[in-house]
């Protein structure tokens, strides 16, 4: 008698069919989420710091500048009513604004919390499972005995 793949899974389609339909189903929910995940990752590896344009969103020039969807919301001045899915182009529109004018505002709010991040991270203290710096030689650490 044969034995192969087919031969095991004609074996446990007959014996286990919800089992076999269960993992079928997992392997492709597994498989889908993973090419989800690598077209999101390509997609937006080549979209870093797009030109802002009318048709785009709070979030969607949040994610492409790397920065909190708040900056761009206060940069806006936008009511704080939770996000904002509105397209520029639209509240520029409600506002009687031209796009230039809100998207210049944006413009000038992103490289000062790029700056002020920058400031922080040399500020805080590294994380507890980064490896700890070696003392200069000729330096005690005070937790070694002296000689």
């Known amino acids: 008698m044969a034995a192969g793949p087919v031969v095991t899974l004609k074996k446990l389609w007959r014996h286990n069919r919800w089992l076999t339909l269960s993992f079928l189903v997992t392997l492709t929910l597994a498989l ?33 500048y790397r920065v909190n969807p708040e900056i761009i919301h206060d940069a806006l001045e936008l009511p704080k009513t939770g996000p904002d899915r509105r397209p520029l182009i639209k509240i520029a529109r409600d506002r009687g604004q031209p796009l230039d004018e809100l998207t210049s505002g944006i413009i000038e709010a992103i490289p000062k919390d790029r700056a002020y991040r920058r400031s922080i991270d040399g500020m805080q203290p590294p994380p507890p499972w980064a490896p700890k710096a070696a003392p200069a030689p000729g330096v005690s650490s005070p937790a070694s005995p002296q000689p």
């Open 32 to 64: 889908v989420f993973t090419i989800r995940a690598g077209v999101f990752f390509v997609y937006w590896q080549q979209h870093q710091d797009e030109p802002i344009e009318g048709w785009m969103t709070v979030r969607y020039i949040a994610h492409s």
